[in-house]
């Protein structure tokens, strides 16, 4: 069984801040491992995939990941954050054989001013 | 590339009536899945459709919802009678590749 947990439900930044979203799997295979954002009242956008090649992976809107087996974590970054980035994130995780994706329950990223 | 629609964008509708959903995905992608989203949660798959046949629909309520994906291409998802919990947003994606594109989206208010 597949699972992912993002830690905390809710983070806030500073504009200019470092964005540090958490998230941990659980996989019986290797993963596929990606990180979806979601504005309000829109579908979910594909930010970045990690897909067994390299371990830190890039996605849009300057957001990076880096895969780590031996923590099995997969936690989103941004060196800056900029007050468009404000959404929800979610970390999801999927065993590669089909295309099923198991989502975790999300963290609201906040810009403060 | 067009992407995923869906229609309606908002529904409210009255406990104990039905709702129908609308999805197109996008051409060639041979794979459809529902998603629903209750408010402050992750999407949770409800059903995934391989051309037109059922892959998985483990976590279709059955009793209430059902799904149909006519020729491969087009997708609707039906619920009757709605309840209270029913309300969330109701997400339709299709993939190739392994990598899913979303829709944007109907919402649901039952009351």
């Known amino acids: 069984a597949q699972s992912v947990t993002q830690l905390g439900s809710h983070v806030s930044v500073s504009e200019g801040a470092l964005v540090l979203l958490r998230c941990n799997y659980s996989s019986s295979v290797p993963p596929y491992l990606f990180w979806y954002v979601q504005y309000p009242n829109q579908g979910l956008q594909l930010l970045l995939k990690y897909t067994s090649a390299a371990t830190l992976v890039k996605g849009i809107n300057g957001f990076e990941a880096e895969f780590k087996k031996s923590e099995t974590s997969f936690h989103l970054t941004k060196p800056s954050a900029h007050m468009s980035d404000a959404a929800e994130y979610f970390c999801?995780?999927?065993?590669?054989?089909?295309?099923?994706?198991?989502f975790g329950k999300g963290t609201r990223l906040h810009i403060l001013p | 590339e067009a992407g995923v629609a869906q229609s309606p964008r908002y529904k409210i509708i009255e406990k104990r009536q039905s709702v129908a959903f609308w999805c197109n995905p996008i051409?060639?992608?041979?794979?459809l899945y529902w998603y629903q989203q209750i408010l402050g949660q992750g999407p949770k798959l409800l059903i995934q459709f391989q051309n037109n046949g059922v892959v998985d629909d483990s976590q279709l309520p059955k009793d209430r919802f059902s799904a149909e994906r006519l020729k491969g291409v087009d997708s609707t998802l039906k619920i009757q009678p709605a309840k209270l919990e029913d309300s969330a947003v109701y997400l339709c994606a299709s993939s190739l590749e392994r990598e899913q594109y979303f829709g944007p989206g109907t919402r649901l208010t039952v009351t």
């Open positions: 051409s060639g992608h041979a794979t």
């Open positions: 999801a995780v999927s065993s590669g054989r089909d295309d099923k994706i198991i």
